[in-house]
């Protein structure tokens, strides 16, 4: 690679194994599985597709999840376990109810549940992250789903487990407490005191029957709700002893053709972070604990949510309908990218993150029923980052060019990240800029004698490139020769995300 010319505007930093944030958690890589939409019928489950296990689970998919390097997946929502009896989806199939799934309007078959998805979890991989329904219900009812779980054998609802053919009990380490309960649209919808009340009882009684669990309590659903922060301390001040985690949602969208803002929105992911660490830490004063409560970033993604909004609901209780089938491009998956980004520069505090979702609803993976699966443009930054990612997430602090957005005012131009393991080191940079390249300098000297094992760039002259059925390798990651050592120095393309990944 030449030296770039006066007017390539060039970035610097330096890596240095001393810089440690804290560890890479394998959580960062979780994703969510809602009974929404296409996720679960003829997303990962769908009898009678071509590649169908013994269980209906579609193989397709299944491959798909490994790849993707999914470590954690959230479970069964989101809005829809605000109304959820758990017990309708357990015991044989030809006696499960249909039921009104009021949150999308739709119908719930009951084909799928708790023992599906173990059974899925287990063949795919991952952790399962259970929520409990705090919307239509409360205290027992947790109770139950946890004995029915978590308890090996002898009680009614251990032996309920065990004669519908899940022998070993399911040991769910991680349990949601609700969901989004300071949202409005919510389904038994609360207030922080209320919430945080019945989080604080749910928990008390859960750890009774299982002390080893971790507690995710309900922090707020974006940070423009209007009671963002006084939700948290609330919901803290009832439960902070008791749980274990404070959870975040956000989603993020082009607006009106801004895709400068939208291309640095994790400035607000950042500002999420910074805002709920400083009140779960001052809530932790004025308990004077010394226990600290990690950040369960639960849900995350670009999602058009404004497209969503200003379509009518179906009206007549469809079972999965299409819904929430966002197709990404290739900008989307650089924002994915930088949303990753973040969400690993702050693993002191974000311990567990989940991606919302897994397939066909604003998810890096799509199918046609009865038909082809293939990869979105988001997949492949979650992919890479959860294979690359690996040791310690190292502290960097770029110098280079800003720009001026609309939203979040002046943003630098190049957002990093990257982690360190004996074997490797691996940096992941995202050029904002939507005009120009970016050259970026790394200082190396600290990592001793390194060589580039391999450089790729997503990128491409159509930022709304999507991949579809019939084109799904148009947006994936390509070498990049624009690279040399010694001292190491890139060319970022303008609106991409590059992984680079040094080793000795
Ligand atoms: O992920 C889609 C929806 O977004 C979830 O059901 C809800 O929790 C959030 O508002």
């Given at each position: 690679?030449?030296?770039?010319?006066?007017?390539?505007?060039?970035?610097?930093?330096?890596?240095?194994?001393?810089?440690?944030?804290?560890?890479?958690?394998?959580?960062?890589?979780g994703t969510f599985v809602e009974h929404l939409?296409?996720c679960v019928y003829?997303g990962v489950y769908?009898?009678?597709?071509?590649?169908?296990?013994?269980?209906?689970f579609?193989?397709?998919?299944?491959?798909?999840a490994?790849?993707?390097?999914v470590s954690t997946v959230r479970y069964p929502g989101g809005n829809f376990v605000s109304?959820y009896?758990w017990?309708?989806g357990v015991?044989?199939?030809?006696?499960?109810?249909?039921?009104?799934?009021?949150?999308?309007?739709?119908?719930e078959?009951n084909?799928f549940g708790v023992d599906e998805f173990m059974r899925w979890a287990r063949k795919a991989?991952v952790e399962p992250m259970m929520a409990v329904n705090?919307?239509?219900?409360?205290?027992?009812?947790?109770?139950?789903l946890?004995?029915?779980c978590?308890?090996?054998?002898?009680?009614?609802?251990?032996?309920?487990?065990?004669?519908?053919?899940?022998?070993?009990?399911h040991?769910i380490r991680m349990w949601c407490?609700g969901n989004?309960?300071?949202?409005?649209?919510?389904?038994?919808?609360?207030?922080?005191?209320?919430?945080?009340?019945?989080?604080?009882?749910?928990?008390?009684?859960?750890?009774?029957?299982?002390?080893?669990?971790?507690?995710v309590?309900?922090?707020?659903?974006?940070?423009?709700?209007?009671?963002?922060?006084?939700?948290?301390?609330?919901?803290?001040?009832?439960?902070?002893?008791?749980?274990?985690?404070?959870?975040?949602?956000?989603?993020?969208?082009?607006?009106?053709?801004?895709?400068?803002?939208?291309?640095?929105?994790?400035?607000?992911?950042?500002?999420?972070?910074?805002?709920?660490?400083?009140?779960?830490?001052?809530?932790?004063?004025?308990?004077?604990?010394?226990?600290?409560?990690?950040?369960s970033?639960d849900e995350?993604?670009?999602?058009?949510?404004?497209?969503?909004?200003?379509?009518?609901?179906?009206?007549?209780?469809?079972?999965?309908?299409?819904?929430?089938?966002?197709?990404?491009?290739?900008?989307?998956?650089?924002?994915?990218?930088?949303?990753?980004?973040?969400?690993?520069?702050?693993?002191?505090?974000?311990?567990a993150?989940c991606l919302a979702q897994l397939v066909?609803v604003?998810a890096?993976?799509?199918?046609?029923?009865?038909?082809?699966?293939?990869?979105?443009?988001?997949?492949?930054?979650?992919?890479?980052?959860?294979?690359?990612?690996?040791?310690?997430?190292?502290?960097?602090?770029?110098?280079?060019?800003?720009?001026?957005?609309?939203?979040?005012?002046?943003?630098?131009?190049?957002?990093?990240?990257?982690?360190?393991?004996?074997?490797?080191?691996?940096?992941?940079?995202?050029?904002?800029?939507?005009?120009?390249?970016?050259?970026?300098?790394?200082?190396?000297?600290?990592?001793?004698?390194?060589?580039?094992?391999?450089?790729?760039?997503?990128?491409?002259?159509?930022?709304?490139?999507?991949?579809?059925?019939?084109?799904?390798?148009?947006?994936?990651?390509?070498?990049?020769?624009?690279?040399?050592?010694?001292?190491?120095?890139?060319?970022?393309?303008?609106?991409?995300?590059?992984?680079?990944?040094?080793?000795?």
């Open positions: 690679m030449p030296a770039p010319g006066p007017e390539v505007p060039t970035a610097r930093l330096t890596l240095d194994p001393a810089f440690r944030v804290a560890p890479v958690r394998r959580r960062t890589f939409g296409r003829t769908e009898p009678g597709h071509p590649t169908a296990d013994e269980d209906g579609r193989g397709d998919v299944l491959e798909l490994r790849e993707l390097g109304g009896r017990e309708d015991g044989p199939v030809e006696s499960r109810p249909r039921r009104l799934d009021l949150a999308w309007h739709s119908t078959p084909l991989g705090l919307g239509t219900r409360g205290v027992a009812e947790a109770l139950d946890l004995e029915y978590n308890v090996p054998s002898g009680t009614a609802l251990s032996d309920m487990r065990v004669a519908n053919g899940a022998k070993e009990p040991d407490l989004e309960m300071d949202g409005p649209w919510q389904i038994g919808h609360k207030t922080a005191r209320e919430y945080g009340r019945l989080a604080a009882e749910t928990a008390r009684a859960m750890r009774m029957i299982d002390r080893d669990i971790e507690l309590a309900c922090g707020s659903s974006g940070s423009s709700m209007p009671t963002f922060g006084a939700w948290e301390a609330t919901v803290l001040e009832e439960t902070y002893d008791l749980v274990d985690f404070i959870s975040c949602h956000a989603y993020y969208e082009e607006k009106e053709g801004d895709l400068g803002s939208f291309l640095a929105c994790a400035t607000d992911m950042e500002h999420f972070i910074s805002s709920v660490v400083a009140t779960a830490d001052h809530v932790r004063a004025r308990n004077g604990s010394s226990k600290r409560i990690d950040l970033f995350w993604n670009v999602w058009y949510l404004s497209r969503f909004q200003a379509q009518e609901p179906p009206r007549d209780w469809p079972v999965a309908p299409p819904l929430l089938e966002d197709h990404y491009h290739l900008a989307d998956a650089v924002v994915l990218g930088s949303l990753l980004i973040t969400l690993l520069r702050h693993s002191d505090r974000v311990t993150a066909n604003i890096p993976i799509m199918t046609e029923p009865g038909g082809r699966a293939w990869r979105q443009t988001t997949f492949h930054p979650f992919a890479q980052a959860s294979a690359h990612a690996r040791g310690e997430v190292l502290r960097v602090e770029p110098s280079g060019p800003l720009y001026e957005t609309a939203e979040f005012g002046e943003v630098p131009v190049l957002h990093a990240v990257a982690t360190h393991a004996e074997d490797e080191t691996t940096l992941f940079a995202v050029n904002r800029s939507t005009s120009a390249p970016l050259s970026l300098e790394v200082d190396t000297r600290a990592l001793g004698a390194v060589r580039v094992i391999e450089a790729t760039t997503l990128s491409g002259p159509d930022v709304y490139a999507r991949n579809t059925a019939d084109s799904p390798g148009r947006v994936a990651p390509r070498p990049n020769a624009d690279i040399q050592q010694d001292p190491l120095r890139v060319l970022l393309p303008p609106v991409s995300w590059n992984v680079i990944r040094l080793g000795r």
